[in-house]
């Protein structure tokens, strides 16, 4: 059974760091694309960044650029999103999604329950 | 980046109805188009990939159809566990997007 667990969301304060986990299982994680998706409270749903099967390949939304690192451990199985220089509106539930393929086919068919970050003084 | 525009933003239906709903993109998404569903407390729920495929599990009654910048989703009969939020995306292009949302909700 595919699982994906979601871990360290916690209230940060605006400038500061945060590192989100995402423990997969139940699959090859080497061999799948994976995502972060993030929905803010009452608001729709906003892709944040892709990583390749393998890694090689990253990608990102305009609003995270430059301040979010996306990386996978596929001897762990984990997927990562660091988060740096965070800001009031990157408040959300931060869903982390595997896509059915190495690349291209980014859509999600898998999706964790979500870890909140709220991000606040 | 391509913008997604679903309409309408709520349905009001029965259980029964037929639900339509609809997402225009601003460029064509060569058909690489995908609906999800979302129900409050939960993560989304992969309907149909590729404008008309459904995914591993969804039943019959949602059919998706559509091609270039206009695709819709179609819930043929209403059951009671559909009524939720359901968004499409698109994988044609970076950044993906996805649209604000349709909530089918009780008449």
């Known amino acids: 059974e595919v699982q994906l667990l979601e871990s360290g969301g916690d209230l940060v304060q605006p400038g500061g760091s945060l590192r989100l986990s995402c423990a997969a299982s139940?699959?090859?994680?080497?061999?799948?694309?994976m995502s972060w998706v993030r929905q803010a409270p009452g608001v729709g749903l906003e892709w944040v960044s892709a990583?390749?099967?393998?890694?090689?390949?990253?990608h990102y939304a305009d609003s995270v650029k430059g301040r979010f690192t996306i990386s996978r451990d596929d001897s762990k199985n984990t997927l990562y999103l660091q988060m740096n220089s965070l800001r009031a509106e990157d408040t959300a539930v931060y869903y982390c999604?595997?896509?059915?393929?190495?690349?291209?086919?980014?859509?999600?068919?898998?999706w964790g329950q979500g870890t909140l970050v709220p991000v606040s003084s | 980046e391509i913008v997604l525009t679903q309409s309408p933003a709520t349905l009001s239906l029965s259980p029964g109805e037929r639900a339509t709903l609809s997402c225009r993109a601003s460029?064509?998404?060569?058909?690489?188009l995908a609906w999800y569903q979302q129900k409050p407390g939960q993560a989304p729920r992969l309907l149909i990939y590729?404008?008309?495929n459904r995914a591993t599990g969804i039943p019959a009654r949602f059919s998706g159809s559509g091609s270039g910048t206009d695709y819709t989703l179609t819930i043929s009969s209403l059951e009671t566990e559909d009524f939720a939020v359901y968004y499409c995306?698109?994988?044609?292009?970076?950044?993906?997007?996805f649209g604000g949302g349709t909530k089918v909700e009780i008449k």
């Open positions: 999604a595997r896509s059915p393929g190495a690349s291209g086919t980014w859509y999600w068919d898998f």
């Open positions: 139940g699959f090859t994680f080497s061999t799948y694309a």
């Open positions: 990583i390749s099967g393998g890694g090689g390949n990253t």
């Open positions: 460029q064509s998404v060569s058909s690489y």
């Open positions: 590729d404008a008309s």
């Open positions: 995306q698109q994988r044609n292009d970076w950044p993906l997007t």
